[in-house]
Every structure is written in C-alpha cells, then in structure tokens.
C-alpha cells in the first residue's frame, strides 16, 4: 500500500474535508484516519498536500495527550500508526466552539480589528457545523432553542475551552510559538446507567489553531494555504519540531518517511491510555 493511499480494509462510517472514520475493533471506538487533504472556505478551495495528515495526525495526538494530563477529557484513546488514532465513538455537537486571543480571520472582518492586536480577554464564540450554511455564527439562544445543547453542556464546553486555552497559550510560548485562536468541538459520551460524559473531540492541529512565530509574526498554521503563501509542510513540521515531537530533519521528505519515528509514536502517545478517566457532567447547577 503507498504511504499516501487510503485503508479500504474496515467498513466506512464517515468521510469529512480532512479524515475518514472507521468502525473500530470494539464497540464504543472509532478508527480516524488522517488525510493529506487542505480545504478552506468551507471546501471551496481544494488541494492535497502529502504528507499533511501525517504531521497532524502526530501533533494531535501529542496535544490530545497533553491535555488528558491536565484532566481535560478528550476522545483519544490511543496512535495506531502514522495516520491513525484509535478514538472514542461519540455523538457530535454540532457547534465549533472558537476560542479568541488575538484578532485574526473573521473577526476582524466583522469589526474592523487590526490583525494582531491582543484581546483584553480570551473571547469564546460558538458556530453552528453547517457547511452549506457557512457555519454561522450563534448565540446562547440559538443553541438552546434548536436543542443543540443544553445549559449544562455549554457551561461545561466553556469551562474546558478555557481550561484547554490556559494550557495551549502556556505550552505554545514555551517553544516561541503564539497561539492566536482555535477550533474546538466537543462530543457526547452516554454511561450505562444514563451518565453524560462531554469529551474533546476532532482534532488539534495547525488546521485549526492559528499559530505564529512569537518574533517574527510568521504565520504556521492553515492560513499560509488560505493565503496562498505556500510553505504549509514546513510550516506544520517546524510547530512539531518545536514540540520536540520529530526530527529537525522533517517526518516527509517527498514520498518517504521516517520509520523511526513511525515505530516510536505509540511509546510516546500511548504511555497514558490506560489511566485515562472521564466524569460526568453535573447536572445541579444549571447556568440559566
């Protein structure tokens, strides 16, 4: 099989802009597999950049890992291989939930903001996951009308995009980089006797973080392909590289890869699986 090629060995259960799910070999886990395609503008814009699933394939689980150590629950289980991740199966929310710090992208746009300038505070915004809608910005209100989730779950979204912001802004200046703003969504975990566990789902990668050189403004994430300022695989290498997590050498170097590493990535992502714990929602104190 190429290094590059899709697995047709387990049924399909879902094809998105950026990786398939499979079902997994037990019940409540899912296989995703991380393709190598770029998109932007709600898939107007198209390419496939090889390589690209690999690197975000290991960032994220290298920063889903991370943050399973700080208590924030996150559907990863653990790596199985360069471009797969044995998850949770969850029900999506079906909100992105953007954590701000510096005006960049949309919200810009909307209110006539610098690019760059700092935030007093970190501001959370919550977009409705409808592509042939543009993900339209929501409300509070909206999302509880039309039952996308409840005051429960929402308090509880915030409370661990913010917990996840704190440690991401901390982690990235740690190795020069500024995290400027991020995507999350969230996913629903159902226990046996009627629980409600929320858990990080997706991905946290350079395509939904935006990330910039602390000295130089760079741009290191999915902007340089919005942008069309090219460069992206060395973008996205030098974020890993800097996390220590591969060679400065690179993790592609045109159709080849580093099987060394290739055989590391489950010692190194993988040492936590089996004490990850998750707990449920407290349903008392609503916040409305």
Known sequence: ??????????????????????????PGTVVQYFKDDATAGN???KAVIAGKGILNNRISAHLMTRLEGIGVPTHFIKSLNMREQLIRQVEIIPLEVV??????GSLCKR????????????IIEFYYKNDALGDPMV????IFTFGWADPYELEEMVSLAYRTNDYLNGLFAGVGLMLVDFKLEFGRIWGEQGELYLVLADE????????????TKEKMD??????DLGGLMEAYQEVAVRLGIIPREGIVQGDSFNEK??????????EMSPNRTIRAINKTKPIK
């Open 261 to 270: 590493l290739a055989a590391s990535l489950e010692e190194i992502e993988n």
């Open 43 to 45: 898939g107007a814009k």
């Open 111 to 122: 209110l006539g903001l610098a690019e760059g300038s700092r935030l007093p505070r970190p």
């Open 139 to 142: 409300a509070d209100d909206h």
């Open 204 to 215: 946290i990668s350079p395509d939904n973080c935006r990330l910039w050189d602390i000295k």
């Open 99 to 104: 954590v701000r710090n510096i005006a960049a």
């Open 222 to 227: 999915k902007d340089r392909f919005r942008q």
């Open 1 to 26: 099989m190429s290094l590059f090629s899709i697995p047709t060995r387990r049924r399909q259960i879902y094809e998105g802009k950026a990786k398939i799910l499979y079902e997994g070999p037990e």
